[in-house]
T-cell receptor, first 113, second 111 residues
Framework: DAKTTQPPSMDCAEGRAANLPCNHS???????VYWYRQIHSQGPQYIIH???NNETNEMASLIITEDRKSSTLILPHATLRDTAVYYC??????????????FGKGTRLHILP | DVKVTQSSRYLVKRTGEKVFLECVQD?????MFWYRQDPGLGLRLIYF???????EKGDIPEGYSVSREKKERFSLILESASTNQTSMYLC??????????FGDGTRLSIL
């Protein structure tokens, strides 16, 4: 899997948009960008994924640059419950041994009241 | 919504015991996975299964076995628990090449 780089921590005021960056400069053409988050003492939660087009769902938006070397996860109206570690990963969507998830260190997002 | 349920959130066992961790998913997913998560080591894949009665070793299968008798249930077995198996155990499931969805984890302590 290509490696990703994320800032170790970020703060965001409650009610504001949280923009979490991720660099993946060595991403391959068939690798997707996935975002997960992990709230303390819980299992990882899938948020969103995309290949090259921007994506939006009920939780977040994913903006991928045209060269696909970086992306931004946007939480449009952050709440205190969004405080978590956010992981950006790149991987091929496949059904074999490489299907395993590998998390880096992620970004610890603090939502400030 | 996908629901992956792990039987226990916290479990304390003794060295040498045989330990069973259960995972059930309600979305008819064919793929199921067992990971352990340790500080500084991230997620590591123990075993996975792409179908009933099918299993494949992940990166750290030693000391573990699994059972998949029904599509919705994937069990992790510690044959003879040791203190170095104290960890957070996470089960995940997915359909085809879609994203994996995780349970809330079992924090296992081996004394």
């Amino acid at each position: 899997d290509a490696k990703t780089t994320q800032p170790p921590s970020m703060d965001c005021a409650e009610g504001r948009a949280a923009n979490l960056p991720c660099n993946h400069s060595t991403i391959s053409g068939n690798e997707y960008v996935y975002w997960y988050r992990q709230i303390h003492s819980q299992g990882p939660q899938y948020i969103i994924h995309g290949l090259k087009n921007n994506e939006t769902n009920e939780m977040a938006s994913l903006i991928i640059t045209e060269d696909r070397k970086s992306s931004t996860l946007i939480l449009p109206h952050a709440t205190l419950r969004d405080t978590a570690v956010y992981y950006c990963i790149v991987r091929v969507a496949s059904r074999n041994r490489d299907d395993k998830i590998i998390f880096g260190k992620g970004t610890r997002l603090h939502i400030l009241p | 919504d996908v629901k992956v349920t792990q039987s226990s959130r916290y479990l304390v066992k003794r060295t040498g015991e045989k330990v069973f961790l259960e995972c059930v998913q309600d979305m008819d997913h064919e793929n199921m996975f067992w990971y352990r998560q340790d500080p500084g080591l991230g997620l590591r894949l123990i075993y996975f299964s792409y179908d009933v009665k099918m299993k494949e070793k992940g990166d750290i299968p030693e000391g573990y076995s699994v059972s998949r008798e029904k599509k919705e249930r994937f069990s992790l077995i510690l044959e003879s628990a040791s203190t170095n198996q104290t960890s957070m155990y996470l089960c995940a499931s997915s359909r085809g090449n879609q994203p994996q969805h995780f349970g809330d984890g079992t924090r296992l302590s081996i004394l």
